[in-house]
């Protein structure tokens, strides 16, 4: 989703920057989220999607980098439009990365020559999941998984696209304590993702216990409380992407906690409270058409490089 008109140019953008060079207008809204329209107020033009997209994401590489968190950013493929998510690859600790099985045919495209060559700069790539595709076999990656990196730990539901057994192998392989845990979503239906219901900070998880099946519940509570504080998520505050959240850190090992200002507005003012116990800051940023066309938010937008 990185846009290499912005190559040569050095940030922070504003809104009305990025709008202005990527050709769109801007304008403010009653309720105060800006937004772009046509000369007839058609927002639900692709161009103009596209185009509020990216200043969406634009916006939130830049508050991330405000805080001095480095963030880094490839241009994507027109032939992908869920490049903006890049889950289909891990990077660890030891500099290796592995890549992963995808599930819908144009995610599996985004595993391009040159995001591949970019990862082999940098790590040793110790495994390549991608031949289960063919299989109909999927595990996606770090919304599949979330990771409690310090402990080796894994936390996963199964779905349709988190396939139960090619996750506790892997987890077998690769040395993580596997936590797996059915869920009922509001619609019934297992949650497709876990980094929808949960995320692991180092000193906090933010969890929906309410959407994990009763007769694995207590299981999950002894293996979160046991490491970490824990911020309770409610049902409807998933719903707002609330559990859909990434820890990082600057060089300074300043902790932030990154989120969309959706998850952010819909945290109680406790919840608050808890979470400024554990980070620096909050780092969030208004990503409304991300978070509608594409389903996902800001951790989903992320992945880990270390």
């Not at 110790?126 to 409690?148: A, K």
């Amino acid at each position: 989703m990185a846009d290499k008109r912005f190559y040569s140019l050095a940030g922070p953008f504003s809104l009305k920057d990025i709008a202005t060079r990527i050709g769109a207008e801007l304008v403010e809204k009653s309720d105060e989220n800006d937004t772009f329209v046509d000369g007839n107020g058609d927002d639900e033009n692709p161009e103009l999607i596209t185009a509020q997209a990216k200043v969406e994401f634009f916006a939130l590489k830049n508050a991330i980098e405000q805080n001095g968190v480095t963030v880094t950013s490839m241009l994507g493929s027109e032939l992908c439009p869920d490049h903006i998510f890049p889950n289909w690859f891990i990077t660890f600790e030891d500099k290796t990365a592995q890549l992963f099985s995808m599930c819908a045919p144009n995610r599996r495209l985004e595993k391009t020559p040159e995001m591949i060559g970019f990862l082999k700069q940098h790590y040793s790539l110790t495994g390549d999941l991608s031949n289960f595709e063919n299989e109909n076999i999927f595990l996606e990656s770090t919304s599949s998984m979330v990771f409690d990196r310090v402990n080796k730990i894994v936390y996963a539901t199964p779905s349709p696209r988190t396939n139960e057994e090619l996750l506790r192998t892997w987890c077998a392989d690769n040395g993580f304590k596997l936590v797996c845990f059915e869920t009922e979503s509001h619609t019934g239906e297992a949650i497709y993702h876990t980094d929808v219901l949960m995320y692991v900070g180092t000193s906090v998880i933010g969890i929906c216990y309410e959407v994990i099946k009763e007769e694995y519940r207590d299981m999950v509570k002894e293996h979160v409380e046991k490491y970490h504080d824990v911020l309770e998520i409610t049902k409807d505050q998933i719903l707002d992407f609330c559990g859909n959240s990434l820890e990082a850190r600057d060089e300074n090992d300043n902790l932030y906690l990154i989120m969309s200002s959706r998850a952010f507005h819909a945290h109680t003012e406790d919840q608050r409270k808890k979470l400024a116990q554990h980070f620096t800051e909050v780092i969030h940023a208004d990503i409304p058409t991300i978070e509608r066309y594409g389903g996902g938010s800001a951790r989903c937008m992320l992945s880990e490089l270390f």
